[in-house]
């Protein structure tokens, strides 16, 4: 268990819909990332996180946003889907505090989301 | 940018035998992280190894090492005595050293098949 939590699992979506995938990061982490993973881009950086403000953004499409909330855990927001945003949405959690700046980050289970 | 790229997309080995999983990076930076992940069938993200490229010694975490070129821009993982559980996909991962480029850049994996 890395404790990072998503949720839900698995979501089962129409296209046009919006959904929202839930973080919470481990215990003192700071920093929060979100990574989609499909067949044929691989494992993307979309956006991270830091102690509630964006720090970097990476391949984010416009129709996707997300948040970081007082508590540190994380909405990642997609909305007028398409079948091509079907894929595994990872969230990752680190300290990001310095003199750690190499710590790994963690992982969650995933969010596997299905657009039909 | 960064860029990382794992050549083989699929890899064998029978139980108890070495296997090495090839990866090379291009970067511009003098500091920075390199991260070996395993991502067996659960689809979790764990952490198998990381290398600060400032440290010229090769990481070892028991069964694992990994071969280290920086002037090369090498980082290949080995599996020594392999095991039935070491069957998973491995992603290759850089990390920048900077604040505020904490993010993860992977390659697109290989995967490893392990034969009784």
């Known amino acids: 268990d890395s404790g990072v939590t998503q949720t839900p699992k698995h979501l089962i979506t129409a296209t046009g819909q919006r959904v929202t995938l839930r973080c919470s990061p481990r215990s003192g982490d700071l920093s929060v990332y979100w990574y989609q993973q499909s067949l044929d881009q691989g494992l993307q950086f979309l956006i991270q996180?830091?102690?509630?403000?964006?720090?970097a953004k990476g391949n984010i499409l416009e129709r996707f946003s997300a948040q970081q909330f007082p508590d540190l855990h994380s909405e990642l927001n997609l909305s007028s889907l398409e079948l091509g945003d079907s894929a595994l949405y990872f969230c990752?959690?680190?300290?990001?505090?310095?003199?750690?700046?190499?710590?790994?980050?963690?992982f969650g289970q995933g969010t596997r989301l299905t657009v039909v | 940018a960064q860029t990382v790229t794992q050549s083989q997309p699929e890899m064998s080995v029978q139980e108890a035998e070495t296997v090495t999983l090839s990866c090379t990076y291009d970067t511009s930076e003098s500091d920075y992280y390199l991260f070996w992940y395993k991502q067996p069938p659960s689809r979790q993200m764990i952490l198998v190894i990381r290398?600060?490229?400032?440290?010229?010694q090769n990481a070892t975490e028991n069964r694992f090492s990994v071969n280290f070129q920086k002037a090369a821009k090498s980082f290949s993982l080995k599996i020594s005595d392999s095991q039935l559980g070491d069957a998973a996909m491995y992603f290759c991962a850089y990390r920048s050293a900077w604040a505020g480029s904490e993010k993860l850049v992977f390659g697109k994996g290989t995967k490893l098949t392990v034969n009784p």
């Open positions: 996180y830091y102690n509630g403000e964006e720090r």
């Open positions: 990752a959690s680190s300290v990001v505090t310095p003199g750690q700046e190499g710590t790994e980050a963690f």
């Open positions: 290398q600060e490229a400032y440290k010229q």
